[in-house]
């Protein structure tokens, strides 16, 4: 005999989620505090931004543009793009669970790559499918597996590139041969989070793919090099048919008037994101240079952070090491989520930031 039902219980799937843990803001010591914990910029945003949401303010009282067409026009007029084909959302995000409320449901299959961003496993679970992980290969994605992991159960998959945690990405050879082997029902999720920090010559966020085929969308931040984080502001370029289907289920306001100003404010600033680009280039190769010249092993990242792997040695494990950092005002990652319990994380800061850490894990080590 089942027991009574004496309180609401949620649908299959949702009290399987683990809850996402998001980076630490506190430290427990040092003068001063440097969050490199969820690979914010150290750059703060485009002062035209900050102006166009001060100017925001004067409207509080009046509903925003529930199409957010500034922010599609000026997204538009930066890439190119059709604003048509765009749907602006609180965080890529809040675009990434509607792609799988719209897509996915029980009985079905999301697909992602083993260290693929955790947000994939929340949103698959969330609408009751179940969620499937491809083995990567040197903390890389890994599309022959990937491939292989496809079932006729499959709807959607979710791949970063660059990819958060670990910082690699695949060539967009890579992306197109995954792609070819797909079945047209599958919809292909290219979440290109960092992909105005990507110097690289074989590296494409995947505009093309999307504008060629009925099955791939796009998701962009502007949480990132935008430096918009505390904003919620996302986007998605994806096939027409894709765009209607967002478009009926996402709430008829999910962006404030305040975000959209200032994420097209920030977006049209060019010489600001070329200075953070900049800022990028110099740093994130000193950082991983500095953290191997001290003997722990760093991915090659594209993005705006590391992950640095720890000697299996007593005392001088991630944990030890998160502790020590946290003691120096230094805040970064810890892994456990991804089953990743011996690497941190580490966003490339301000220049002061970057030799701290540096500084205090030469320390650590020592
Ligand atoms: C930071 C990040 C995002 C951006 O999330 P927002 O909701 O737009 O802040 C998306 N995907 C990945 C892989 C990220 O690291």
């Not at 001060?54 to 509903?63: I, K, P, W």
């Not at 999307?210 to 931040?221: A, W």
């Amino acid at each position: 005999m089942n027991a009574p039902i004496t309180r609401p219980v949620p649908r299959p799937g949702i009290l399987d989620i683990a809850p996402y843990v998001p980076g630490k803001s506190k430290a427990t010591g040092g003068a001063k505090l440097y969050k490199l914990s969820s690979n914010e910029t150290p750059l703060g945003a485009s002062p035209q931004a900050i102006a166009a949401f001060h100017a925001a303010a004067a409207t509080l009282e009046l509903y925003p543009d529930g199409g957010a067409t500034l922010l599609r026009e000026a997204i538009g007029k930066a890439t190119g793009l059709a604003p048509e084909r765009i749907v602006c959302g609180c965080g890529s995000d809040e675009l990434l669970h509607l792609i799988a409320q719209a897509y996915l449901g029980p009985g079905d299959e999301g697909l992602y790559s083993q260290y693929g961003f955790l947000v994939y496993p929340i949103a698959i679970r969330a609408v009751g499918a179940t969620p499937v992980v491809a083995p990567e290969k040197d903390f890389r994605t890994d599309v022959d597996a990937l491939i292989a992991a496809v079932t006729p159960r499959t709807k959607v998959i979710f791949l970063a590139n660059p990819n958060n945690p670990t910082g690699t990405y695949i060539s967009f050879d890579e992306v197109k041969r995954l792609h070819a082997a797909l079945p047209a029902h599958v919809v292909l999720v290219l979440d290109a989070a960092y992909a105005e920090y990507v110097r690289r010559n074989d590296y494409e966020s995947g505009i093309e793919l999307v504008s060629s085929s009925e099955n791939v969308v796009m998701t962009r931040t502007f949480s990132k090099i935008y430096g918009l984080a505390n904003l919620r502001i996302g986007w998605i370029y994806a096939p027409d048919h894709v765009i209607d289907v967002l478009n009926r289920i996402r709430g008829p306001f999910n962006m404030t008037g305040p975000a959209i100003a200032a994420g097209a404010a920030a977006i049209a600033d060019r010489e600001f994101t070329r200075a953070a680009v900049d800022h990028n280039e110099i740093w994130l190769p000193k950082l991983a240079a500095g953290l191997e010249a001290i003997g722990l092993k760093v991915l090659p990242s594209v993005g705006n952070f590391v992950l640095a792997l720890f000697p299996d040695r007593q005392g001088k494990r991630a944990p030890d090491a998160d502790a020590f950092l946290l003691s120096r005002g230094v805040v970064v990652r810890r892994m456990e989520a991804y089953g990743l319990a011996n690497a941190l994380r580490i966003t490339v800061g301000s220049a002061e930031a970057n030799e701290t850490v540096i500084a205090a894990l030469t320390d650590f080590l020592a």
